[in-house]
């Protein structure tokens, strides 16, 4: 007798994960703030993103915006200006959190912290033509994309979520999205591309939209972990 491969679509369906029952909706981002989704999606990496009681990443950036223009939040050459001026460590104490990305050097002076790949990152979208969030759009996110993962610190996880940030769909394949679609199917710890497949198959036969249920999957998951 033939055994049923596992699906993610049953493992979504067991968890009533659906709009009407188990639905988290993708918050929309930051569209037209460049700047703001940078930081979001290098400082989120590995990452406590947001608690109950007002903790984690997402406050901070959201302060950080709030102190800021709608042109400083949508422009790469204000942050770079910004993060140049104070220095990456100074603009991480200011920012609230000066931690180390776990993939850049400690050898070179003011290397290892999340603000340093901001601001490298930033520096090679400039270079690249990118100043605002209307330079990136379906036709260059992939070319941009590979550029910043030639910053240290900054993976394929990071960049898809920056992109997804200004509201290019994808999924975020990271620890909890991974989490899930493994446990559905049987695979402890599948690679980025099983994960990313899973989720963009079981949205199709769904018959909604990717990044719903992308971020559905990882409140699941969250919840479940916590």
């Not at 493992?11 to 639905?23: E, N, Q, S, T, Y």
């Not at 959190?97 to 070179?108: A, I, L, Y």
Request: neutral net charge; contains cysteine.
């Amino acid at each position: 007798m033939a055994t049923k491969t596992p699906s993610l679509k049953s493992a979504l369906d067991r968890d009533r994960v659906r709009p009407g029952a188990v639905w988290f909706p993708w918050p929309d981002g930051w569209r037209c703030e460049i700047s703001t989704a940078l930081i979001d999606a290098i400082y989120s990496a590995r990452a406590t993103y947001k608690t109950r009681q007002g903790r984690g990443i997402y406050p901070l950036v959201s302060k950080w915006r709030e102190s800021h223009t709608v042109h400083q939040r949508d422009s790469l050459t204000a942050l770079v200006d910004e993060i140049a001026d104070d220095g990456p460590l100074i603009w991480a104490e200011r920012f609230g959190n000066s931690q180390h990305s776990p993939r850049r050097s400690t050898q070179r002076p003011e290397s290892p912290w999340k603000s340093s790949a901001i601001l490298e990152a930033a520096q090679i979208l400039i270079t690249d033509g990118v100043e605002s969030s209307i330079d990136v759009d379906l036709a260059n996110h992939r070319n941009l994309e590979v550029r910043l993962r030639e910053v240290p610190g900054i993976g394929e996880a990071t960049s898809t979520y920056f992109m997804m940030l200004l509201g290019i769909p994808g999924v975020k394949a990271d620890v909890m999205i991974r989490r899930y679609v493994g446990r559905a199917l049987g695979a402890k710890n599948p690679p980025t591309k099983v994960a990313v497949d899973a989720v963009s198959a079981a949205a199709d036969a769904m018959g909604v939209e990717l990044m719903d249920l992308e971020h559905t999957i990882w409140e699941v998951e969250r919840d479940r972990s916590a």
